[in-house]
T-cell receptor
């Protein structure tokens, strides 16, 4: 059974700092990995999708990497802003049987202070 | 971008009544939609997978007679919470996979259900 863990659970940084969020998964047989952002009381916004054959994806100030063999992904946020404050979730999609399902991590709650 | 709309965003109902939540993909066709439940400060828990034109597949421990799912078209799936009780109060989120896409999922804004 796939298990997804995110570290740290919560993070507070001053504005302008670069930061890294970590995601690890136990089963490396994945189809893709997706990073999401969730604001309080809201749904999920897709940030980046990395296919299993890819090593990284970039969008603006965000860069996500994937090391499938070690079961790890990182989300790098450059020059953080107060508007980046949210919960960040990573999720992996499996290959076999439950191939269509996403298994979510526990999330990292980010607070960017002025 | 792909947009998924959920309605209603908030609903309050009395115990014993049924509540229907709609999930629509606005600018793409979705052969598969997923329904999740999220408790406060916790991650998303998959409830069921909804495939257009066929019966939904429920996760272990989710009562299919309690949570009725209908996926009648490529752009609409509905979740009906039947005979709701206070313990059903939660945040329900749907997601949709674009037909022929990369496997990326797009999520609705969620529906907050409060059962009195």
């Amino acid at each position: 059974k796939q298990e997804v863990t995110q570290i740290p659970a919560a993070l507070s940084v001053p504005e302008g700092e670069n930061l890294v969020l970590n995601c690890s998964f136990t089963d490396s047989a994945i189809y893709n990995l997706q990073w999401f952002r969730q604001d309080p009381g809201k749904g999920l916004t897709s940030l980046l999708l990395i296919q299993s054959s890819q090593r990284e994806q970039t969008s603006g100030r965000l860069n996500a990497s994937l090391d499938k063999s070690s079961g790890r992904s990182t989300l790098y946020i450059a020059a953080s802003q107060p508007g980046d404050s949210a919960t960040y979730l990573c999720a992996v999609m499996g290959l076999t049987g439950t191939a269509s399902k996403l298994t979510f991590g526990t999330g990292t709650r980010l607070q960017v202070t002025l | 971008g792909a947009v998924v709309s959920q309605h209603p965003s908030r609903v309050i109902c009395k115990s014993g009544t049924s509540v229907k939540i709609e999930c629509r993909s606005l600018d793409f066709q979705a052969t598969t939609m997923f329904w999740y439940r999220q408790f406060p400060k916790q991650s998303l828990m998959l409830m069921a997978t909804s495939n257009e034109g066929s019966k939904a597949t429920y996760e272990q421990g989710v009562e299919k007679d309690k949570f009725l799912i209908n996926h009648a078209s490529l752009t609409l799936s509905t979740l009906t919470v039947t005979s709701a009780h206070p313990e059903d109060s939660s945040f329900y989120i749907c997601s949709a996979r674009r037909q022929g896409g990369t496997g990326e999922l797009f999520f609705g804004e969620g529906s907050r259900l409060t059962v009195l």
